[in-house]
């Protein structure tokens, strides 16, 4: 019932009480009064007779008027509300008849006392079958009957969760998934029973079946992939290393009979060399990530030795561009974690090597820290040409690379970065990176 609704109804009756408030004043007051003024105006005992029968029929008309406008009101207004709720009935079955799953209400023994038009074609039965005392649980499959019952008896109880998976079973035996969600009929502050929805998840089956047959088959996939990706480099790297083996002894054996260009030519092939074994080695490391084979060995590892060696490692290669390097402690202690120094060593090559490769001129610092949290941190900090703020979410995706194409300046795979994370999330530490293009950037790795 709407608000004006209840507004005008509220009024009426207040009209009416005022009526029969007045008529009970009004009454009362003149049978009170009426015997004791009517002997003022005459003393004939029949004349009195006569008034006082009058008065008698009066009050009985007024009476029987007042009753019949009353009960006449009343049943106007039963009229009204019989039609409301018929008029309500009907909107709800209207409702539930224009709804595609089925909707239903059962009392508390699991009998159908209503149900939607959505159900008869769901389940292939007739309405005269479904009305007539029909069980609920004939529409589910005996196995699963038992913890229907279960569940339905908890659910009124308010003990279980209204959500539920069945197999459900049609008039001609065939079965199809559905989820029901129910919940209790109160009347009367007692529980007599459910009501709900149940809406068959055949598609649903279908498309998540679909997608794990489609996630194995990626699966699948990726470890062939990754299979021959580590196949294909190994094939490689063994005649490269006998290459570079050979070239080394080559360049020694003719050292005093080569000239410049000669000498530059062994250089090349060397630098040649040595990018495609780094390239092969990612290649092999990616590899060993995507098919899940890296085994995390932890140790407690000194993070200072561990830097201070590559930055050794790399002074060659900073000092051909006149780069300056360091590695410094702001720790108070020796800078001791627990974790997998392979793995540590690998990320903090990737990033140094990243930072000289592409620093034209200036500085390499990496420094040791602790953070707010007391956790340790490296900072490593160049002078390069940093990193467009449009393109750092992307430095961490496998073969991306903010220069791309045969004229870029920069040599390099795009596996660096990308290695760097997923063996950061193994160790379960973090990254954060800030760069200004042509100013440098700045890579902090904190170990949790």
Known sequence: MSYLHYKKDRSKHSGIIKIISIYIIVGGLWIL????????????????????????????????????????????DIKQAEAN?????????????????????????GLIKFTNLASYKMFGYTQEEITAGFSVFRTIVPEDRERARTNMVQIMKGEKQDVEEYSAIRKDGTTFPVIIFSSPIITNKMTSGLRGIAIDITERKIMEDQLIKAKEKAEESDKLKSEFLAQ????IRTPLNVILSYNSFLRDELQNYLNEDQITGFNAVDTAGSRLIRTIDLILNMAELHAGKLEVRTSNINLYNILNELIKEFEYSAKEKNLGTSCSNSCKEIPV???????????????IDNAIKYTLSGKVEVNIYKNEKNNYCVAI???????????????????SQEDTGYSRKYDGNGLGLALVQKYLNLIHAEIKVESVKGKGSLFTVCFN
């Open 85 to 109: 709720f018929q008029e309500s009935e009907k909107r709800y079955e209207e409702l539930a008849n224009s709804l595609p799953q089925m909707i239903f209400e059962v009392d508390n023994k």
């Open 232 to 235: 294909m480099s190994h094939e």
């Open 381 to 399: 900090k160049d002078t390069g040409i940093g990193i467009a703020s449009e393109y750092i979410d992307k430095i961490f995706l496998p073969f």
């Open 33 to 76: 009064f009426s015997d004791s003024i009517l002997p003022h105006f005459t003393n004939n005992i029949v004349t009195l007779t006569y008034i006082a029968t009058a008065k008698g029929l009066l009050f009985i008309l007024v009476t029987a008027g007042l009753l019949y406008f009353l009960i006449n009101n009343y049943t106007n």
């Open 337 to 351: 974690i627990k974790s997998d120094g392979y793995i540590v060593t690998e990320i903090f090559q990737n990033l």
